[in-house]
């Protein structure tokens, strides 16, 4: 089963990444011992590094661009990954599952996915900034001083923002699923 | 490149005092919330949910990070195998004999988190026996190396009796990471501490030992990282214990970590390091950089094992709950209390526990209770803003502990918490300010030192985040500039004669916290200033005491120049020892001879001639009289003052026993008006004994009446004896206090 391009602007960038993302997974799982995973950090950290060395990266005028495309586009994956399984294992659709996870049923990982998603949807229209802090560090894995590169901010402000990030969007998602 | 951030958000308040009540513990942080949102019941409901919520969003955060990952790895299987790359096939171990680089593998002497650990002959360049430890298959050599390159020059600058020397990495035959290490042979230190039965206070003087160890790994800009008990040994050197720390860098080497150092998670199933001694920030979700602070918090968490016998979390049952729960664990709980986790146990193993510490079950909770609870606490505190910003300051509060004195581990006070909330919000910094000043309620002249301090504060965060190595250098300088916030605190406190909250203040940040320094010369003097002036002398002269050390390292000319001599000089005479006045006023001539003007020569004749001299202190005083006599005026544009150099060199005169020459000086002085009266009074007290000494008993008694009765209208205390004109500055009043009673011992017997 090979995924579906994501709609929209990203599938441009999608397309070109993915060749680089499958060359890295190869080369990656043979590394691996059994029963480890990859970490999406770990991918993206690579195709980073593969794009930047080969002559590819002036397509994408700069790194900063590059981070937050290739976030962008890890998150479109992810989330269309996650939500394919959720899809499958209730054998519905639903667009937004936090109606569906008002019902007293245990949540799945997946669920938990969209949910990240979701409410980072949200803070993009109150707080644009914070939440692309959030963007570059779950989807993207980047560092903490990486972000603050990218960002032009401080690495302090930078930890700051993650930090109230996550309970700023864990407080939605426990309010979606009824928790507190 | 960057383009500028829109205006603040609500969002950023919110974050701001997020951070700052995530920083505080439960009354200090209630009272906090209550200050800030007073009136507004939505938004502190609002904010006591967010903080309930902190370690559940961290803990959510990981797991969905974690089964991103998972999907990531399905996404990855369903690609159709491409044209393999040639793989790696695992070598098998290399062992006894095998030769790697110079090194000669002689027996296999461990095992531990990272690879296994071999004795080793070192051939080149010289023969020595070293420890190898070779990393377990699975990590990636190339980013091991470079890593540890990275901080290789950082390793070798370490240098300390309690750490093992790390001395250099490669890579095997078949591509496999080592590291090259001292060799160190030694039982880990809890096996020891328990079969050699030491009791709490050795125990607490070993750990010392060891934080003095990672203090100077720090100092030299490397984290431990993985500070457990298998990685520190104790050996016995000419029969004293020797505790060494080893592993020093590889830790942060060998873990698949970004560049930040941010994971010790080698997948969802793995992982590097020992639960029960990792640092929240270690296991999290990369939320904070992990820095000097997760070493204090390992430490915390080996203290708790040295002083209770048994890790803070339990191993075996962390690894039953399975990674999530294990991490939730971690990042949520505080572990119980020492003593209170010994009282839980079975009668059979606490006393075993205690056998092995030399002490009675009932006595060694007891021992543990309180100050050693909340020492362990503190440095294991969840936010590394709680904890011991350094490991000296853990080490510090366990020697004061041995030594009977208050501990710093414990809860902080309104103003330690207003600080705080200040000095880390910029953004809303006006804000902040207006808390301060409606709790402060005009406190008047001190408070611009209190902002001072604040902003040295904030400066020293700035500098501090410039570079990990000089990390250690920073959590002191910020301490320091916390503890001089402080403390000009209690003296605008005192300023409004709010003395008893003052002293609160001033326990909880004793004067002796902070270190002489330019910076904290101010702080000294203001608070010795009050001090003076409400009559508590005892604070005084250990003020002025400081202030006299600060100022050591100021400029010499600026020093004299000023009116600190003039106000040490008296109460170290009147208040001090008597060697602290002669130390001092020894010292002052060595610093500040010659005297090149005439306000120089004034304030060195003053300090120094206010007890009794030898000869040769008044023979080097003789330029000085002469510099005074000449008004020599100063380079700097200072003004001179002709009336007081007029009283110096009577009082000059009086020590050299010179009447003729004190009364035709005082009468110079006294031709000057003085609206105070302290230079009146302070002369005719010299002019009496002048009076005596020539055989005036009249005149000498005369005159010492009447500098009695100027002396008694003297304001007893308050503001006015602060300034020149009004009451007449407290130290001048002081002076004259001094000559009057030396010219009424000699005259009156």
Known sequence: ?180 | MNSPLPPSTSLDIESAVYETALSLDGEAREEFLRQFYHGNEEGLERMRRLLRQAGKSAAFFLEAHEHQGRLAEEILESIPEPAAEPVKTPASEEGPGAHIGPYRLIERIGEGGYGVVYEAEQEKPFHRRVALKIIRLGMDTENVIARFEAERQALALMDHPNIARVFDAGSTPTGRPYFVMERVTGERITTWCDRERLDLRQRIDLFVRVCQGIQHAHQKGVIHRDIKPSNILVTTKDGTPEPKVIDFGIAKAAAPVLENGETIWTSRDQLIGTPPYMSPEQIDLSGLKVDTRSDVYSLGALLYELLSGRPPFDGKALAELGVSGMRRILLEQDPPLPSRMLATLPAKELAEIAAARQEEPARLIAKLRGDLDGIVSMAMAKEPDRRYQTVNGLAADLQRYLACEPVKARRPGRLYLVGKFVRRNRLVCALGAAIVVSLAGGFGTSMWLFFHERQALREQERLGREAEIARAREEHLREQAQARASVSQAAALLSEQRIEEADALLRKHPLTSIEPSREAAGVFRTLGHWNAIYGRWDQAVQCYTLLDQANHLDDPVQTIESTDVLAIAPVLRAYGTRASYERFRRETLERHLPATNALQAEHLLKAALLAPADKDLLEQLRETALTCARDVPAESGSPTYPEWNAFSLTLYYHRLNDPERVLEWADRSLTHPDATGTRVSATLCLTAMAKSRLGDREGATRDLTKAWEIIGRAPQSGETLGSPTEGGFWFSWLVARLLFDEANREING
């Open chain 1, 1 to 180: 089963m090979s995924p579906e391009p994501p709609a929209g602007p990203a599938s441009q960038l999608f397309s070109e990444l993915y060749p680089q993302l499958r060359r890295i997974a190869a080369s990656r799982m043979a590394l691996q011992a059994p029963g480890h995973t990859l970490q999406p950090t770990a991918l993206v950290h690579e195709a980073w590094i593969r794009l930047t060395n080969s002559d590819d990266d002036k397509r994408f005028g700069n790194v900063e661009h590059l981070f937050a495309a290739v976030s962008r586009t890890m998150r479109s994956i992810l989330v269309d990954r996650a939500r394919q399984r959720s899809r499958a294992k209730r054998g519905g659709d639903f667009q937004r599952v936090s109606l569906d996870a008002a019902e007293d049923v245990p949540i799945s990982d997946d669920d938990k996915l969209l949910l990240v998603h979701e409410s980072l949807c949200q803070l993009e229209k109150e707080d644009p900034v914070r939440a692309r802090v959030v963007l570059l560090k779950f989807y993207g894995g980047l560092s903490i001083p990486e972000i603050a590169r990218e960002m032009g901010i401080g690495e302090r402000t930078v930890e700051r923002y993650w930090s109230h990030a996550k309970v700023w969007l864990y407080d939605q998602i426990a309010a979606a699923i009824g928790e507190e």
